[in-house]
């Protein structure tokens, strides 16, 4: 089961995050999501876990909990086809004349 982890704090890592979830089942992996220009934490990540019951119960125990400061977000993550965009495709900008 792939989870997602929402409102993180920026120095959270991913050892952190194996820690975290491990006390509901086996994971198998945890990525904290890095900004390529800067190379900092965007503030989510996405861990994997072996069994889907042992993921819901991380998700029913952590959605909400604080983590370093901040109430942490868990979910089961959408795949990335079924996300919700904006109201307009990204290549579709008005141009600017200047």
Known sequence: MNIYVGNLSFRATDEELIN???????VV??????????GRSRGFAFVEMANAD???????ALDGQEHQGRNLRVNEAQPR????????PRGDRPRRDY
């Open 20 to 26: 975290l979830f491990s006390e509901f089942g086996e």
């Open 29 to 38: 992996s945890a990525k904290v999501i890095m900004d390529r220009e800067s």
């Open 54 to 60: 042992d993921g819901k119960a991380a998700i029913e």
């Open 81 to 88: 086809g079924d996300r919700p965009r904006g109201d307009r």
